[in-house]
């Protein structure tokens, strides 16, 4: 098992109506790609502190997928770059993610 951690950090003028399409969206695309295991999304918890991130996260979503393969596909399933795109262009978001090996 593979997991794909995501960390997104989301614009102030993207809505919780809009941040909550965004994960339906991603949720339906991604299991209905047949290449994920698993999907699950949270929002971060934002701490103000004295220290200056270089990055805020504003949520995270976890994919769970079979091997690498299956991610690697998943990576280059078109529905995945027209997603990311049209959000992108909607609301310029950034995101960093890491992979691990369960």
Same mark, same amino acid.
């Given at each position: 098992m593979v997991t794909h951690t995501i960390l997104f950090a989301f614009p102030d003028e993207m *809505?919780?109506?809009? =941040?909550?399409?965004?994960?339906?969206?991603g949720t339906a695309?991604?299991?209905?790609?047949?290449?994920?295991? *698993?999907?699950?999304? =949270?929002?971060?918890?934002?701490?103000?502190?004295e220290v200056a991130p270089v990055f805020v996260p504003s949520a995270m979503a976890r994919i769970r997928y079979a091997d690498v393969e299956s991610l690697r596909e998943y990576l280059r399933h078109p529905p995945v770059a027209e997603f990311v795109r049209r959000w992108r262009r909607r609301f310029p978001y950034q995101a960093v993610s890491v992979n691990t090996e369960d």
């Open positions: *809505s919780e109506a809009d =941040r909550a399409e965004f994960f339906r969206e695309m991604a299991l209905d790609s047949g290449l994920v295991e *698993s999907y699950e999304h =949270r929002p971060g918890i934002p701490l103000s502190t």
